[in-house]
């Protein structure tokens, strides 16, 4: 039986381990749009999710080789948005990683720096001129400004969540890198 599940993550280790609860309870994830998930009925832990952002958008030309890079290796792309892929792999007891060292997880830690960095640029920039079109239009269409200027401050809080937390993920990983090395 297919279900709908309507649900907003902002950090994407969060989703992939909501996705692998899903799936250890018999929920298959089969397809995603902006904050849909499809689940069918499946065995109880048949499956292990994992998501990835990315360099390019999933169409482009590198990333669909590196999907069937992925699809040979035995990982099923289940869905894609903007530059974030969704793969599941049959859970064969083993572990289903995407990353096989600590390089690779340092670059995809730094591209969600990025994507947060350029999320809270835009967010101040919009905030910018919202407080510029109030100062200007004073107390007219006071309700966009309220409902505006409230969203932007709900993405700036959330910016100063996520993006130091990514920050420190990769402070990290290269602190791990270099004992290594």
């Known amino acids: 039986m297919k279900t709908n599940q309507w649900k907003v993550f902002f950090d994407y280790e969060k989703e992939e381990a909501w996705l692998n609860e899903k799936a250890a ?35 482009s030309p590198e990333s669909i080789k590196y999907i069937q890079f992925m699809e040979d290796s035995g990982a099923e792309h289940i869905a894609s948005w903007l530059s974030w892929v969704y793969f599941r792999k049959k859970s ?23 994507v947060w960095l350029l999320v809270g640029t835009l967010i101040l920039v919009q905030l910018a001129n919202i407080l510029i079109q109030f100062y200007v239009n004073g107390f007219q269409d006071i309700a966009f400004y309220l409902v505006f200027g409230s969203l932007a401050v709900c993405f700036i809080i959330l910016f100063f969540r996520f993006l130091p937390h990514y920050i420190r993920k990769v402070k990290a990983l290269k602190r791990e890198r270099d004992i290594r090395e």
């Open 92 to 114: 064969d007891g083993g572990s289903f990683k995407l990353f096989s060292d600590l390089s690779t997880r340092i670059i995809h830690y730094q591209r969600l720096v990025r």
């Open 25 to 59: 309870k018999g929920f298959a994830m089969t397809h995603y749009t902006l904050f849909r998930y499809t689940f069918e009925d499946c065995t109880p832990g048949e499956y292990l999710y994992r998501i990835e952002l990315l360099k390019t958008r999933a169409a």
